[in-house]
């Protein structure tokens, strides 16, 4: 374990299902980091904490709702989602943003039927 | 001019050969450069990292060369072996922002 604990590990969901995806890490970071990453295109970041507040969101689409109601712990609240959602979904943190590396989790695997 | 470009998006090395990959950035005011490998199934994990006030950076068979005037830094993986077989990501990022990715590179070391 790296210190930073994603659940589910696997989920499949229809698309109008309502799911959650939950990360927490113990390593007393302050910043986290939701990223996608799909077969063969580059890890891509979707949104930002640094002391629970979203400091970035990249054009996520409204069907992904990010919540962080402390430092440790992170949501990814998922609805009414495309089959092209389907991903990894990895948690990251950091001692602050723009500081140091990135510890991940080891992601949720989600399939979109 | 906030990409990180990575090459060779994959590679196939020899066990016991060097296994070498390459990136470019462009702004000048990244100050630091880690390196994460990720097997299947799994998180990147932070490999090795460097900032620009060395031109080199060595941990075990790890190596990062950075050569700050040409704004290229490579990572080179000396007596390659098969659990080496993974995807390697290179990085850039600048003080109170976030880290840039490169798009990565799947390696795989022959046995």
């Known amino acids: 374990e790296t210190g930073v604990t994603q659940t589910p590990r696997h989920l499949v969901m229809g698309m109008t299902n309502k799911k959650s995806l939950k990360c927490e890490q113990h390593?007393?970071?302050?910043?986290m980091y939701w990223y996608k990453q799909s077969a063969k295109k580059p890890l891509e970041l979707m949104f930002v904490y640094n002391f629970k507040e979203q400091t970035e969101n990249n054009s996520v689409p409204s069907r992904f709702s990010p919540e962080c109601p402390n430092s440790s712990h992170l949501f990814l609240h998922l609805h009414t989602l495309q089959p092209e959602d389907s991903a990894l979904y990895l948690c990251?943190?950091?001692?602050?943003?723009?500081?140091?590396?990135?510890?991940f989790g080891s992601g949720t695997r989600l399939t979109v039927v | 001019q906030q990409q990180v470009k990575q090459s060779p998006q994959s590679l196939i090395v020899q066990k016991g050969g060097i296994s070498i990959i390459n990136c470019a950035y462009e702004n000048t005011a990244f100050d630091y450069f880690p390196w994460y490998q990720q097997f299947p199934g799994k998180g990147p994990a932070l490999l090795i990292a460097?900032?620009?006030?060395?031109s080199e950076k060595k941990e075990g068979r790890f190596t990062i060369s950075f050569n700050k005037s040409a704004k290229q830094f490579s990572l080179h993986i000396m007596d390659s072996q098969p659990g080496d077989s993974a995807t390697y990501f290179c990085a850039a990022s600048k003080r109170d922002d976030k880290i840039i990715f490169g798009k990565g590179t799947r390696l795989h070391i022959l046995p």
């Open positions: 990251a943190s950091s001692q602050v943003q723009g500081y140091g590396g990135y510890t």
């Open positions: 390593l007393g970071h302050n910043a």
């Open positions: 460097i900032r620009p006030d060395v």
